[in-house]
């Protein structure tokens, strides 16, 4: 029997909070992440977690799945992809018809941006004035720059596929490596200092496609994923392994990325953990005192 699924990792603006779906309740119910203590087993099977359908309000929300599915592979069910909205965003550009409801969501004015990420990587991409911030918290950068603001969503994903042509500045990263610059991240003021660097090579290339550009600087605010602990070592930590439970203290939590504390038989440690490979998992937090379990730690998978 299935209890809860766990469909995301949202923000609401900075904050971090785990989106989990009761299939008996069907209910939905968000956890804030930060100095959460979070105690849970894990399912053998990864489910579908559902669709992101626009409200009135213009607000993306993620409906849960009617069916539950099961999945071998990918985040969605055949028919949880074939209404999803949230699919238009990055292909609206490249022609087609989108809903109404999408089409209005594009009409808002959008945003370009480089963001620099732990290790120094870095990515040009596009938020919607609606996400403007809540995009980079997503994201899990430490510093960005907003570089320009055009009429809408069509002409910023343009903009985004000529910038990031002309300048080499990717528009992704995985979350995987993501979590891995976590483990050893590099300081601030470099991060801000390669971070003014490209957003000035950008934004002189915007500057001659789209004839404006603009600098307006953000950070992330400091937290312990950001302020390592004098002497921390951290691991990154990769595996999830099926009925295995795990007991987690959170420390911090960045875009997809979490430090955490946790404690083994095998000795306490401060791991990275990828929070994306939790999403779609069976959670089944009801779990007793004494079924605490395991002598060993996960299995390292990066
Ligand atoms: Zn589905």
Redesign the pocket.
Known sequence: MVTSIIQAIQYNDSEGRLLTYDVRSRQSSSLGLEKARIRFRFSHHR?????YILTSELEFVLQ??????K?SRGK??????NVDESKYLHAAHLGGKVPHRVAEYMAQPHWLYVAVFADGDVKVGTAAQSRKTRRLAEQGAVCADFVGVVADGYLVRELEDQVSSSTRVSQGFSSVRKAQAWVNPRPLIELESICASTAERVRASSALIWGQSISEKWRARSNALINPRPGQYRLPFGGIEPDFIYDWEVLSVQGPTALIHTHFASGAGDYVVDLSALIGREIDTDLEDSAEGGGTGPAMLF
């Open positions: 489910f579908c977690v559902g669709r849960p799945c009617p069916s539950i599915s999945q969605q069910c055949e028919a949880c992809a």
